[in-house]
C-alpha cells in the first residue's frame, strides 16, 4: 500500500520524552495496586495511555491517574506539538477507579495524529504532572489508502502472566513494530478467574515466574478484583508501548467473568462466595468500560435497555467494516445443544436482528464478523454441554447452530458480499473454509473462518471439526498437550491487509518469532470465497 505513509515506532524525539517508557519501579506493585492518594506531589500517569473507537475523523483518548486529576490532551500532526489543539477532558476519581476518557472530533482522515496527556491538580491546575505521549493513525477516507490490522486474543490464562525472566509480553513488542492500523483483540483480555503462582516448574525442569499483585492471587468477584484484572496486563513495559502507538478495538468473552459462563447461571465452584454470575458479568462490565477505550456505554448490565452493550460495528473506511460480536451476554444456557427450535441461540434475537440489518446496510469492500468463539469447531463444557455453536452433530443444524443457519442464509439471499470471520479462542492458529458442497445445510455462499492466539496464554490441541456448515481445515498450528506454556510453544496473532488499489484481502498468520505461517488472498466483491 504505497500511498500512505507509514511509522515504524513512534519518534525518537518521543522515546526521549520518556512518553512510551515508563520505569517499572514506577508503576505499583502487589502491595499498592490502587493509586496512591498523597497529598504532595503531581498527578502521575504511569499505566500509559490508549486509544479507541477511532474513525476517519475521531477517536477516544484513555489513561490512569494515581490521584483525582483533570484530565488534559493535545492532538498535533507533528511530534513538535506546534499549533496544537486542546482537548479538556472530565474529572477523574474513583468512582472510575481513576480512569478516564476524552473524546477527540474534527480530526484529519487517513492521518497520523501525534498525542499527549496531562494530568492536573483540580484544585491548582497549574500542578501538573509529566505528559505522556502516543500517536495513531485515523481511518483513512479514500479506498487507495489501504488497510491493516491485527487480531488474537487470551491474555494471562492458565497460569501464565507476566513473566520478567523471558521479557514480560514479548509478543506486543513484535505486533508494535508491524506498525498496524488498530488491533482486534478478540476476547478474554483478562483471565479474572485464573489466579496466578508466583512460580510454576514445567515439564523440563526450568521454573516460569509470575509478576503477582494481590488481585490476581485469586479468582475475582468484587469490582476492585476485576479492576485489578484490568491493570495487571498494563503493568507489562511491552503492552503500555504496543497501547500508545496502536489502538484497539476490543471484544469480551468468558474469561473476564469465569470460565464458560452464561447469563443467569449459579456458580458451583467453591472458590467463590458470590454465585450468581449475573452480578460477577455486572461489576467485570463496569471495570472493562472503566479499563479500555470503548464508546459504548455502560449501564446495568441484563438490564432491557441493554446499555452495557459490548457489540457494535467499527466502520473503517471505504475497504472495511468491523461487526463485533458479543456470543457471551445474550446466549441460552449451555447445554448438549441439540435443541430443534431456538430463538436464542448464542447471540439473542436482538443481536442477530442488528447483525443482519447492519451487514446489509453496510457498503464497505470487506464486512469481518469479529466472533468472539468459532463456529464449527466444536469447543465442550464438561461432559455432555457445549460451549460454542457446534455440538459434534454433523448433521442438520440444531441449538445454537440454528441461529447462525439463519445468519448463513440471509447473507447469501440479500448477496452481502465480502464477508469473512475472525476469532480466538481456542489457544492456537487455524484456517477453516466452508461451503456448502461439503455441507448438511446447504443454503449459504461459502467463507472462511481464521483462528489466531493465544497471546499470553497456554496452548491447546486443535478441537474436532462439525460438519453441519462444511468446513475444511486447511490449516492448523496448535500443540500436541494441553496448557503449553509462552516458554515452550510460540504465542499466535493474525494479520489482515487491504490493498488499496485491488482492494485484495490478504490473511496472515503468524507466530511470535516473525514466521508467516499460513497467507491467503482473497477478492473482493464475491458473496462466497
Known amino acids: 500500500m504505497?500511498?500512505?505513509?507509514?511509522?515504524?515506532?513512534?519518534?525518537?524525539?518521543?522515546?526521549?520524552?520518556?512518553?512510551?517508557?515508563?520505569?517499572?519501579?514506577?508503576?505499583?506493585?502487589?502491595?499498592?495496586?490502587?493509586?496512591?492518594?498523597?497529598?504532595?506531589?503531581?498527578?502521575?500517569?504511569?499505566?500509559?495511555?490508549?486509544?479507541?473507537?477511532?474513525t476517519a475523523s475521531s477517536a477516544l483518548v484513555w489513561v490512569r491517574s494515581d490521584r483525582p486529576a483533570r484530565m488534559l490532551v493535545e492532538t498535533a500532526s507533528t511530534e513538535s506539538f506546534r499549533r496544537a489543539r486542546r482537548w479538556y477532558g472530565p474529572l477523574i476519581g474513583p468512582g472510575s477507579d481513576f480512569t478516564g476518557t476524552t473524546p477527540l472530533y474534527g480530526l484529519p482522515a487517513g492521518e497520523q495524529v501525534h498525542y499527549r496527556v496531562t494530568l492536573a491538580d483540580p484544585r491548582d491546575p497549574r500542578r501538573t504532572g509529566k505528559p505522556v505521549y502516543g500517536t495513531?493513525?485515523?481511518?483513512?477516507?479514500?479506498?487507495?489508502?489501504?488497510?491493516?490490522?491485527?487480531?488474537?486474543?487470551?491474555?494471562?490464562?492458565?497460569?501464565?502472566?507476566?513473566?520478567?525472566?523471558?521479557?514480560?509480553?514479548?509478543?506486543?513488542?513484535?505486533?508494535?513494530?508491524?506498525?498496524?492500523?488498530?488491533?482486534?483483540?478478540?476476547?478474554?483480555?483478562?483471565?479474572?478467574?485464573?489466579?496466578?503462582?508466583?512460580?510454576?516448574?514445567?515439564?523440563?525442569?526450568?521454573?516460569?515466574?509470575?509478576?503477582?499483585?494481590?488481585?490476581?492471587?485469586?479468582?475475582?468477584?468484587?469490582?476492585?478484583?476485576?479492576?485489578?484484572?484490568?491493570?495487571?496486563?498494563?503493568?507489562?513495559?511491552?503492552?503500555?508501548?504496543?497501547?500508545?502507538?496502536?489502538?484497539?478495538?476490543?471484544?469480551?468473552?468468558?474469561?473476564?467473568?469465569?470460565?464458560?459462563?452464561?447469563?443467569?447461571?449459579?456458580?458451583?465452584?467453591?472458590?467463590?462466595?458470590?454465585?450468581?454470575?449475573?452480578?460477577?458479568?455486572?461489576?467485570?462490565?463496569?471495570?472493562?468500560?472503566e479499563y479500555f477505550p470503548v464508546s459504548t456505554p455502560y449501564g446495568s448490565y441484563g438490564s432491557s435497555s441493554r446499555r452495557s452493550r459490548m457489540y457494535r460495528t467499527v466502520h473503517h473506511g471505504p475497504l472495511l467494516d468491523v461487526f463485533v460480536l458479543d456470543m457471551r451476554s445474550y446466549r441460552n444456557r449451555n447445554s448438549p445443544n441439540r435443541q430443534a427450535d431456538d430463538t436464542t441461540g448464542i447471540l439473542g434475537a436482538e443481536q442477530l436482528s442488528w447483525l443482519k440489518r447492519s451487514l446489509a446496510q453496510s457498503r464497505a469492500v470487506w464486512k469481518v464478523i469479529a466472533a468472539d468463539m468459532p463456529l464449527g469447531l466444536v469447543v465442550p463444557d464438561g461432559a455432555t454441554d457445549f460451549e460454542a455453536v457446534a455440538q459434534g452433530d454433523p448433521g442438520a443444524p440444531l441449538g445454537r447452530e440454528l441461529q447462525i443457519a439463519e445468519l448463513l442464509r440471509f447473507i447469501k439471499h440479500r448477496k452481502v458480499t465480502g464477508t469473512l470471520w475472525l476469532t480466538a479462542d481456542v489457544h492456537y492458529t487455524s484456517a477453516q473454509h466452508y461451503a456448502p458442497e461439503r455441507a448438511a445445510f446447504k443454503d449459504f455462499a461459502p467463507f472462511w473462518e481464521f483462528v489466531s492466539g493465544p497471546l499470553a496464554a497456554g496452548g491447546f490441541p486443535a478441537n474436532a471439526l462439525d460438519g453441519t456448515f462444511g468446513p475444511d481445515r486447511v490449516f492448523v498450528r496448535a500443540p500436541d498437550r494441553a496448557n503449553v506454556s509462552p516458554m515452550e510453544s510460540p504465542q499466535?496473532?493474525?494479520?489482515?491487509?487491504?490493498?488499496?488499489?485491488?482492494?485484495?484481502?490478504?490473511?496472515?498468520?503468524?507466530?511470535?518469532?516473525?514466521?508467516?505461517?499460513?497467507?491467503?488472498?482473497?477478492?473482493?466483491?464475491?458473496?462466497g470465497q
Open 136 to 289: 495513531f493513525r485515523t481511518a483513512p477516507a479514500r479506498r487507495r489508502d489501504g488497510v491493516r490490522f491485527l487480531w488474537s486474543g487470551d491474555i494471562a490464562g492458565q497460569g501464565w502472566g507476566i513473566n520478567p525472566d523471558i521479557g514480560g509480553y514479548r509478543v506486543y513488542e513484535e505486533m508494535r513494530r508491524l506498525d498496524p492500523d488498530f488491533f482486534l483483540c478478540s476476547g478474554d483480555t483478562v483471565y479474572a478467574d485464573g489466579p496466578l503462582r508466583p512460580s510454576v516448574t514445567l515439564p523440563d525442569g526450568r521454573v516460569w515466574r509470575n509478576v503477582m499483585t494481590e488481585e490476581k492471587a485469586k479468582v475475582a468477584e468484587t469490582l476492585d478484583e476485576c479492576r485489578g484484572n484490568f491493570r495487571y496486563n498494563l503493568l507489562d513495559d511491552n503492552v503500555r508501548r504496543f497501547n500508545a502507538q496502536v489502538p484497539s478495538v476490543v471484544q469480551w468473552d468468558d474469561h473476564e467473568v469465569r470460565n464458560n459462563w452464561y447469563p443467569g447461571q449459579i456458580l458451583d465452584d467453591d472458590r467463590y462466595t458470590e454465585k450468581n454470575v449475573d452480578i460477577l458479568a455486572a461489576r467485570s462490565a463496569r471495570a472493562f468500560h
Open 2 to 54: 504505497p500511498h500512505r505513509p507509514r511509522i515504524p515506532s513512534p519518534g525518537r524525539r518521543t522515546v526521549l520524552r520518556g512518553s512510551l517508557l515508563v520505569p517499572a519501579a514506577a508503576l505499583p506493585t502487589a502491595a499498592g495496586a490502587a493509586p496512591a492518594l498523597a497529598l504532595a506531589g503531581r498527578p502521575e500517569a504511569t499505566w500509559g495511555v490508549q486509544v479507541g473507537s477511532v
Open 492 to 527: 499466535f496473532f493474525g494479520e489482515v491487509e487491504i490493498d488499496g488499489d485491488s482492494a485484495e484481502l490478504t490473511v496472515r498468520l503468524r507466530a511470535e518469532g516473525g514466521a508467516v505461517l499460513f497467507s491467503k488472498v482473497l477478492r473482493p466483491g464475491r458473496v
